[in-house]
């Protein structure tokens, strides 16, 4: 999903771990990470909002969005869609 | 759905369907279309401030990049108003979005979505304009002035740290988006050839409209004439803000709209 939206070029010499910053080490804009959250919600569809997640942490903090953060954050709302 | 083609020109475009909503169920409230703000702006700013309080509203919101900016196809050429104006009507077919919708303009994009109720106001139920630019006699060449140059401007740079409070490096990262915009495309020729819009024609657009402007914006004055011409404008003034009103005021002024859209009670926050 990642290449899909920064290209495969750009990620290959890349490490990623939990810690990587979206737009620090993995150089996206604020742009991608909105097309990537349509991808995500496309996938996870209603039980994740990441457009209320991104609007919650303001525009600034987006930047310096780590992908360990993301993923907690879809996985807390899958848990709690599960318990529903 | 992500790209979406109208005019020959591949569009990003992000749907926020409203609070409750399932895809296979539509609301009848009409939908927001939001309209973004020139060279260095996109959908961005307006997704993360103004789409899930309105979907928490019930309000569901379409936000695409207009031909040139974010993650939409640059054409070479086609950046006056008229073709922005056609754009978004062709976006409005394409996206089986006939109307009438809320048309939300930022900036260049409220003299966008301004031009386009007046041009179809069967299409348009109510306009949102924050700091909303107004193609005035001369507005053209002003505009295109203002572009010219700005990647190696360091004036633009220190304002927007300082006026719209955005953090050291980002600023760097706008004026090279602008740059590169104005350098590949016909958008500062293109701009200054704009022709004005007139009273007569401001008076004449039966839409409601709210306009948001920031009492120490540069544009201001835009404000005030709209509201002083326009048969059905509220204006809001927020005292002590300027032109980037989403990045210094952003739950306000969604909070203005919601509320002005008629469904301000069913407000809640989006913040989990």
Do not use: K
């Not at chain 2, 002003?142 to 140059?149: D, V």
Request: charged share 15%; aromatic share 4%; proline share 5%.
């Amino acid at each position: 999903m990642l290449v899909a939206v920064i290209g495969a070029d750009q990620l290959l010499d890349l490490e990623i771990t939990p810690d990587s910053a979206f737009h620090g080490d993995l150089g996206l804009e604020s742009i991608e990470l909105v097309a990537l959250g349509g991808r995500l919600q496309e996938r996870y569809g209603r039980s994740v909002d990441f457009v209320g997640y991104v609007s919650s942490l303001g525009i600034e903090a987006i930047m310096e969005l780590t992908l360990g953060q993301l993923a907690a954050y879809i996985t807390d709302c899958l848990a709690a869609d599960a318990r529903g | 759905m992500a790209d979406v083609h109208a005019r020959g020109v591949r569009f990003h475009v992000q749907r926020v369907p409203a609070a409750g909503d399932t895809a296979a169920t539509d609301t009848a409230a009409p939908t927001a279309v939001h309209v973004h703000g020139l060279a260095v702006d996109n959908l961005t700013g307006m997704y993360c401030t103004l789409a899930a309080p309105l979907a928490a509203a019930g309000i569901a919101s379409v936000l695409y990049d207009q031909r040139g900016h974010g993650l939409s196809e640059r054409p070479p050429a086609g950046y006056a108003l008229a073709d922005s104006v056609a754009d978004l009507d062709a976006l409005l077919d394409a996206l089986d979005l006939p109307g009438p919708v809320h048309l939300v303009g930022n900036s260049y994009g409220g003299a966008v979505a301004l031009a386009h109720a007046l041009a179809r106001p069967e299409r348009v139920a109510r306009l949102v304009l924050i700091e909303g630019h107004l193609p005035v006699p001369g507005w053209g060449a002003r505009m295109a002035a203002s572009l010219t140059g700005l990647d190696e401007d360091r004036r633009v740079g220190a304002l927007l740290r300082e006026v719209a409070g955005f953090a050291p490096g980002l600023d760097t990262t706008l004026r090279q988006r602008a740059g590169a915009l104005t350098a590949s495309t016909t958008l500062i020729a293109d701009l200054a050839a704009t022709a004005p819009v007139s009273d007569e024609q401001l008076q004449e657009l039966v839409c409601p409209v709210l306009a948001v402007y920031g009492g120490r914006s540069d544009i201001l004055a835009y404000g005030q004439h709209l509201a002083a011409t326009l048969p059905h404008c509220e204006l809001n003034v927020l005292p002590g803000s300027g032109h980037f009103l989403l990045a210094s005021d952003g739950p306000q002024v969604s909070g203005l709209i919601a509320d002005w859209l008629g469904v301000g009670s069913a407000v809640r926050s989006s913040a989990r």
